[in-house]
């Protein structure tokens, strides 16, 4: 158990307060605030040391001497958070504390989140950053107040057309109080952006657009005080500053620069450094801020420490996109007209086996859903078998069009979402995707899918491939490794539209799919039955938008309840499609019936801080279906309501603690 | 009733026989071509003439003298089909007489179908057509295939990011078996593009992105020939080739140079000429076209006609989005904080009014839907009321993920998407909007509306705008003129989750919203009740994603049989959340419940044609009701089933009209 340092506030407070030219203390500030950044991702567990590092010059320039109370400054591409956070806390404008708590409920979200001061918008999903800055300038002009916007972006994110979309206009009004910075670390995700897909002539491009562009090295904070006093000279016209800057800057072997040309990845981009990794980098920081403290006079610096807390790791973990990784391989190993796309998350969507094993088979298309979905499609028209990959939450509402369009060619893609659901909980919820099951629900042709366990994927990716799957398909995955407390039957055979019982229960039945709720509920149905007597069948249906209806009619028929529980949420999901299949069955029913899932916004925290604040933890869940029960079982509650807004319950998702427990449907109590 | 006139294929056969070098016979051929694009409109009541008539000289070089069997060419704009259908059929690469059904059930669909031969890709959503054709010559690469890629987009299109998206690959690829062509005749819909989101130096521009740029005055087809040639000197990078074009070429008066720099309308982008336009635009083409015919030693063009259709209008037809029009001009008046976003559709959705009045406050996005909603979420952050207009079908897919982030704010942000529904039928399914609901049935804090005469869109603007809203809204717009049978009780008041019912009825109840579903189902219970002695109660629900269970249980409760009715696919509609609110009220159901709605992809026609197609005419609802109530009556039937694929309903849709009627749920017996 090692001691993780971090920089006081008195600390900040005491170099700020020094005696020596901005830039040298600036310099001093950015590597003050690496120290804590490094700290805050270490004692989270995950987050992003690379970019944090290579923008931070940059960005504790424009708070200590650029920045007004007037304007605005916001990161479009987000995961630089915990460099944001240090520079925040540091002055005072985000509670110190909270560097305890990066990625933790009530703490700072893994992506930025207007719910946090001093955080002016909510950003994570690449390329709308500008597009949101022109909106609040717009505001300006409207209610007659002053100010400038200034817009951090990353460089991989230019390859989303949003960005270049976002160009035009601002050149044409001529908003001159628009400032962008690019982020230029060459290195996306954890590879070259020359290998993924070329930026080219980046200063041509940004001047054809009719923008002002400035170009300097984002480490010399003398070139960039020059850089931003420079700018004032382009009155009427947006502006641009390509910062060449060096990911993982600050500690020599975090370097994108110490990477050589031939390593496939760099190891820093997501994730925390080791124990020994820590203790290495530590050092480095620290002798160069003793320097510069000792050539400004001043006393070395004084750090605090806590134990780095202990991380529960799964025993026995499914890890279900290792699963697919093997199956995608075996089966283009059959089929030479499968063909695999990436958008720029080969490491995390398991293609880098497919890519060894079939080069030529492998397009990388970088950060460009749209485009990368079309692609697909126009391979699908003439022959091949496009398997598109990317997170959940942007394969299924980016290019949601262009899916759509794709269907109405009658080609078969198939597309596989992976980070799917509520956890991991640390990204925030611009990853964590619980709105891909309504938004791709009225995809014509489309099959929807999510297994359970690496059997399961096995199952569902030869059903995906199968020459006989004329549909198109949707495999959902989920992508954090998860211990589940079930197995699936041995003789389990997948078969559309049905399930399978892993769980026998009388009084209850319990449908879900996916490792994540599957897990939860088995547990819950434990608890029901040693506390309450209860006994809840758990019933796993991996088809999200299929379901036979002769094998639901068995489910259902001699239960006194129905619940149905989404990883999604509760409108659009699986839920809506079984309540909705069971009234068409016009069973005698005078059933409990209720819908469990998410109902708001998902919180960032800890997977199991996440679960438990929206209720659908194995006790969450176990105390929704006793008070369910009971409340159904006094004829008095037989009322009916309305449907609840999401607004009613974000007040208390968000707020009091002692109201987690409820964060789902309401009570079965007339709330009008 | 006057005649249209048509070049029939025998005529075309002639001309391309004659001798004469291919540049003077080209421009020949486009002409002739011109004249049956002109017929097909008229023909048709809509369509686009001035980008038909900007593309043609450069369409007919390239099918005349460019293209091998090997290549593949495509529009992506797409709405200048009626261009590439004039050209297809003139060498019979389509049967010539689907000259007579440009936008008629199984005829040539407004905007290209891959069902139709000779057709590449389906296009019409602007953006895509370049990520297609990379996509084709992939397939080309790994099936080991020969052959070039030929796209024509427009380029008000160009302000869509997925084509600045599609050009970088491209270039790192080298892929230079792919050229663009843009037509640019400088006018996107309506209006100049250097009004709406001025392009700046396209030649810098793409040249930047690496690509090989060659520019020619796209109606000189010596000078056509020679770029064409030019191109393959640049053998290993993609080509693009900027034509310069007049929109409306070869109608003095239809050409948009013809437009004076202050007229706000270009009045030829779409629709169809009344009778005197189109009589008075004939003669030209076919004076000039004898002219070349003479020159060359041949005789002169021989005509056929067809009287010009009958096309019932709309007698005193609701005209939602002009009441939507007025409503925000008068709300605007009286909440300085409204802005107005135009997504390049300012007449469609209604915003001339508000432009004019408010021109500081009114936003032109061009075509470019996520730059606008984010601006929109970005206003919202700093103060605003934004109001975002555009087609449901580009609204509520092409932005789903900034939608979904603007929701993640908390902020209140207004769409307005119109055009949604089965209907206009005319457009294709690229413009026909049945997924919008489903697409963001998950959006928390979202509230979809769908009102169904003037009146009750005065009432939900209303809803939408009042300060005491704080959830955002989503504005559904039928756009088509509708007469409706019904008229909404006097006393009646918009209430949210509450509906009111048009027609008392006892032996089932139907629930739909908007003008086009209610009207039908009204005139099917006038039939159910003449020919069947069925009381059919109808009720009228606008809103889509919000129900009071009280009032729904008020409706369902002392009926033996539920239909709902949605304008849009049966899954992830009103009635999925109707269904699945009936089993959580978990009243004893014996009742007869079933969904009807579009159950497969939007077929083309004429808007009576799409109606029945799909079974959602008042004749079609009647015979289902009543088959439905018929079988459901047999207990012999009563058995379960699976809840349909798509692909099970898709041949019939599209094949034998005879089944046309049952394009809804199959009926209720075992499918397997």
Redesign the interface.
């Known amino acids: 158990m090692i001691d993780l340092q971090y920089v006081p506030q008195d600390e900040f407070a005491r170099v700020l307060a020094l005696e020596a030219d901005r830039v040298r203390k600036t310099a001093l500030f950015a590597d003050l605030c690496r120290l804590n950044a490094l700290y805050m991702i270490t004692r989270a567990g995950s987050g992003h040391i690379g970019t944090s590092f290579s923008c931070l010059d940059v960005v504790s320039w424009l708070y200590l001497n650029e920045l007004t109370a007037a304007d605005v400054f916001f990161s479009s591409k987000g995961h630089d958070a915990p460099a944001l956070y240090a520079v925040l806390t540091a002055l005072g404008k985000l509670p110190f504390d909270k560097i305890h708590a990066l990625r933790r409920l009530d703490g700072l979200p893994g992506h930025p989140?207007?719910?946090t001061p001093a955080i002016?918008?909510?950003t994570g999903?690449l390329?709308?950053g500008l597009?949101?800055?022109?909106?609040?300038l717009?505001?300006?002009?409207?209610?007659g107040r002053e100010g400038r916007a200034f817009v951090l972006t990353g460089d991989g994110e230019l390859?989303?057309?949003?960005?270049?979309?976002?160009l035009?206009?601002a050149?044409?009004t001529r908003l001159g109080n628009l400032t962008a910075i690019v982020d230029h670390n060459k290195i996306q995700s954890d590879i070259w952006i020359s290998r993924v897909?070329?930026?080219?002539?980046l200063e041509?491009?940004l001047?054809?657009?009719?923008w002002h562009v400035a170009r300097v090295d984002g480490h010399d904070l003398g070139a960039i005080a020059r850089t931003f006093a420079s700018l004032a000279s382009a009155v009427d016209r947006p502006k641009i500053v390509i910062a060449d800057t060096i990911k993982g800057r600050g500690v020599s072997f975090m370097e994108g620069t110490a990477l050589r040309p031939d390593d496939r990845l760099y190891r820093f981009h997501s994730g925390s450094p080791d124990d020994e990794t820590y203790l290495k980098a530590v050092p480095e920081i620290v002798e160069r801020v003793n320097a510069a403290l000792s050539s400004m006079r001043a006393a070395a610096v004084r750090l605090e420490s806590l134990p780095r807390p202990e991380r529960p790791m799964p025993r026995r973990p499914q890890r279900l996109v290792a699963a697919y990784s093997r199956a995608l391989v075996d089966h283009a190993g059959r089929n030479?007209?499968i063909?695999a796309f990436d958008g720029d998350l080969a490491l995390d969507t398991g293609l880098l086996p497919f890519e060894a094993a079939y080069p030529?088979?492998f397009?990388e298309?970088?950060i460009?859903e749209?485009?990368?979905?079309?692609?697909?499609?126009?391979?699908?028209?003439?022959?091949?078998l496009?398997v598109v990959h990317s997170f959940a939450?942007?394969l299924s509402?980016?290019p949601?069009?262009?899916i759509?369009?794709n269907?109405?060619?009658?080609t078969k893609v198939i597309y596989v979402g992976s980070l799917a659901g509520l956890v991991p909980g640390g990204p925030g919820?611009?990853h964590q995707c619980?709105?891909d099951?309504?938004?791709l629900?009225?995809?014509?042709?489309l099959?929807l899918i999510e297994p359970s366990t690496e059997r399961e994927v096995d199952m569902a990716a030869a059903y995906c491939f199968a020459e006989t799957t004329?549909?198109s398909c949707y495999l959902r995955l989920v992508s954090v490794p998860w211990d589940v407390p079930f197995e699936l039957p041995a003789d389990y055979e997948l078969l559309?539209?049905r399930g399978v019982t892993l769980v026998p229960g009388r009084d209850a039945a319990l449908v879900a799919y996916g490792p994540v709720m599957l897990g939860e509920a088995v547990q819950a149905a434990e608890l029901l039955r040693d506390r309450h007597d209860i006994s809840l069948a758990v019933v796993n249906l991996p088809w999200l938008?299929?379901?036979?209806?002769?094998w639901?009619?068995s489910v259902v028929r001699d239960v006194p309840a129905l619940f149905t529980l989404d990883n999604?949420?509760i409108?659009?999901?699986q839920?809506?499609?079984l309540?909705?299949?069971?009234?068409?069955?016009?069973?005698?029913?005078?059933?409990?019936?209720?819908?469990l899932g998410v109902t708001?916004?998902p919180v960032c925290g800890r997977n199991d801080e996440v679960l438990r604040a929206h209720g659908l933890d194995a006790a969450g869940l176990c105390d929704t279906i006793v008070a369910t029960l009971a409340l159904?079982a006094d004829p008095a509650n037989?009322?009916?309501?309305?449907?609840p807004?999401?607004?009613t319950e974000?007040g208390r998702v968000l707020s009091d603690p002692a109201d987690r427990r409820v964060q789902k449907d309401p009570p079965y109590t007339v709330t009008?």
């Open positions: 989140d207007v719910a002016e918008a909510n999903s390329g709308m597009s949101k800055a022109k909106g609040m717009l505001a300006n002009r409207v209610l390859q989303e057309g949003q960005f270049w979309e976002s035009l206009s050149a044409n897909s070329d930026l080219g002539d041509a491009k001047s054809s657009f009719g030479p007209r063909v030529d088979r397009i298309c970088g460009a749209q485009d990368m979905v079309s692609q697909a499609g126009g391979a699908a028209l003439k022959g091949l496009p939450c942007f509402d980016r949601n069009e262009q759509f369009n269907a109405t060619e009658r919820h611009s619980v709105r099951i309504a938004a629900s009225a995809v014509p042709g099959v004329r549909e559309e539209g938008n299929r379901v036979d209806r002769i639901f009619a999604h949420f409108h659009g999901g839920g809506d499609m309540l909705r299949t069971l009234a068409e069955l016009s069973l005698p029913n005078e059933r409990v019936v209720r819908r708001d916004v159904r037989r009322r009916v309501q309305k449907d807004p999401y607004d974000v009008k």
